[in-house]
């Protein structure tokens, strides 16, 4: 089984993965693996409380299939360093990493963005928040973008954000990915 490991924090936004992560743990090809620093439980930014299934010390990058990185404030106030590591070995070996909204930010300050086509909430927002950002030449007026096996969404995007993260996963067929963003997005049922 291919291993997802969504990392957790205090203040992420529920939300953004809400409509990826029951797609993924309802498929038998994946494990979704959900982790924070300690292993502790955390509150969510609509108060809802998560128990992760593991630490951040447990994650071992070489069975990290693809890493997913919800927003939430806590990216601007530079709270989630100890996992710099953890991405930029990711990244080093090629294996896809997904952000959304703030988390973008994240990937914009540790120059991973900054020669990708890559999107988020405004280019604006990243140039003021990420000093080590230099990815203006490569930014996309999108909801998401997928380059180089990096997914990057505006944080009104969760549902652009789950079908970019289904396509690079194959979680299905393009006909049925297409199909569940229409149902989502558009609420047109065509199965």
Known sequence: MKKIFLYLFNGFSDWEIAFLTPEIKKNNEFNLIYFSTDGQPVESMGGLVVSPHISLEKV?????????????????????KEITDLTLSIRKEGKPIAAICAATMYLGQLGILNEIKHTSNDLNYLKGIAPNYKGEGHYQNKLAVTDNNVITANGIAPIEFASEIFKVLELYDEENIEKWFQLFKNGVWSW
């Open 60 to 80: 071992v990058t070489q069975e990290v299939d693809m890493l997913i990185l919800p927003g939430g404030t806590a990216w601007e106030k530079d709270e989630n």
